[in-house]
């Protein structure tokens, strides 16, 4: 059985739940946001996709280059809105997006801090795509090829667990060559 899909909203109501979701999550990509959205019944996929390019065209949030993805912010402008008009949404949602907002934020930050994918070349063979990122900078890439998907893929997952060992043994390796010379 399918969920209940949320209400249709007005174009207003869809623009302060949009604002007001990422001043909780802070910075997302479009499919986290769209994911927390439809959890939680908040608002429709076509809602957001009416919703978010608007208030990107109006200045009341920003897209951003991220290695990740590209992020959606609110503004200093979506918050002024936000401030004046918040009142105007039912109080159990925003009760809502508040409540679940935190632990949603802290996977999405980890999300795009730890970025793995699964490729597959011109030769077919599958590639683990493995990156580090801190803030706005990328700070490793490893493109780890493999013959066998599912190991491929096991790389992929344990990657938010390993890559911050990895990358402290690379720097350390690192250190000790030049420590060598």
Not at 58 to 73: K, V
Not at 76 to 103: N, Q, Y
Not at 137 to 146: F, H, M, N, R
Request: proline share 5%; hydrophobic share 40%; with cysteine.
């Amino acid at each position: 059985m399918l969920p209940n899909a949320p209400a249709m909203l007005t174009e207003s109501e869809g623009k302060l739940f949009t604002l007001l979701t990422l001043r909780e999550l802070g910075s997302c990509s479009h499919l986290q946001l769209l994911d927390f959205m439809t959890e939680y019944g908040i608002m429709s996929y076509f809602d957001l996709a009416l919703a978010l390019p608007a208030l990107v065209n109006e200045g009341q949030a920003a897209r951003i280059s991220h290695p990740f993805d590209n992020l959606y912010t609110i503004t200093e402008a979506g918050l002024e809105t936000l401030s004046f008009f918040v009142d105007r949404l039912p109080h159990s949602k925003v009760k809502l997006i508040c409540d679940m907002a935190p632990d949603r934020r802290a996977r999405f930050q980890q999300e795009k801090q730890y970025v793995g994918k699964l490729l597959q070349n011109d030769n077919g063979e599958y590639v683990a795509h493995l990156t580090l990122n801190d803030g706005s900078k990328t700070l490793l890439t490893l493109d780890i090829p493999s013959p066998e998907k599912s190991l491929a893929k096991s790389l992929v997952s344990s990657w938010p667990r390993c890559a911050g060992e990895i990358y402290q043994d690379l720097m350390r390796a690192f250190s000790e060559a030049q420590e060598e010379k």
